[in-house]
Every structure is written in C-alpha cells, then in structure tokens.
C-alpha cells in the first residue's frame, strides 16, 4: 500500500509519512477554502512553516498534495518550491509523479496532474527513465505500467537504450517490448 492508498481523511495515521500526507491535505483545502484574502495568507504562511520544516524529508505523496493548489500571488513560489524540492529527489520521486499524472491524487479536480508533468520535465531525463523502468518492472498495476510506457515512448530515442536493458527483467520485459515497439513505429512514421 501506498501512502496516496492510505485512509488519512480521519485522522489516523500509521506513521509520521501518513501524518505529513494528511497535515498537507489540510493545509491545501485550508487556503482553498480560505473566505478572506486575510486567510488565505495565514493558510499560505502555514504552507510555507510546513515547507520549511518538512520539505526535506516529507513523503513525496505530501508535497505532491501542495501542487494541487490555486496559482495566485502568495502560493506561486510555494508550488515552484515543491515543485523544485520534487525534482531534486530524482528518481525516487518519479513513480509518486506518474502516479499523480495519473490522476491517483487525493483532489481529482485540481492541476496536480499537470504540475507533476512539469516537475518530471524539469528532472534530468535520466533520472525520469530510470524512475519510470523501476514503475515498469516493480508492483505497479497494469494501468501505470501502462502509463510509463507512454511517458516513455514520448520522451523516444533517449529511452531506448535502458528500454532495451530492461528486456533482461522478467518483470518488465512486457511493457520494454510494447515502449519499443512503439518509438520503433513513430521513427518509422516521421521517416515516411
């Protein structure tokens, strides 16, 4: 179980990572719910105190929680910092990403998918592959499998080379197959 599957809306938490995921919700509906431009900067300023004292080592499931806020004056650089502090991790960050582009987010109506989206871009391509083969060949279900096959098939030539070191993985063989087959038809399409 992840900790975006866990069951933080009453309050119990198995562990610090679920409390952190759960006091970042709050802390989100906190500013959309905010009825005052005077609320909402003391929610913003409490995003900000949570930043600071939990960025570095908050779940990813957290800090993706805070991308889903509104863009306004007060919490543009707070998004742009999760969104830095999430591209900084890498590789490890790259499946919760996926996960949200995926809309497996805890408010669907929001722009996380497409903020995660922009915080993959801004990793270095590497590390994004690499994160989305670990999707491939891990506990994924079939549809993020799936998903990381896109990504990788969109991100194209630069992929084909771990995507064809991934054949070795039972696990991931399948969906290395299909991410190959396709960048192989889009070469073959754009030489046409």
Known sequence: MTYADA????GEYKDDGEALIGLARQLADAFEEAQTPEDQEYAAD???DFLSDYDHYAPDDALIALLDLPMTR??????????????????????????AIE???YDHGGQTAARALETLSAMREAD???????VMSGAADDDL???AVK???RTGEPAVPALEDALQDPAARRWAEDALGDIRAAREEAEE
């Open 7 to 10: 069951d933080v809306a009453r």
């Open 46 to 48: 409490a995003i900000d």
């Open 74 to 99: 007060l919490t543009w650089p707070l998004v742009d910092s999760v969104e830095a502090t999430l591209a900084g991790r890498g590789r490890p960050a790259v499946w919760a990403l996926l996960e």
């Open 103 to 105: 809309g497996r987010v």
């Open 128 to 134: 994004v592959i690499r994160g989305v083969l670990n």
């Open 145 to 147: 499998k799936a998903a």
């Open 151 to 153: 990504l990788l098939v």
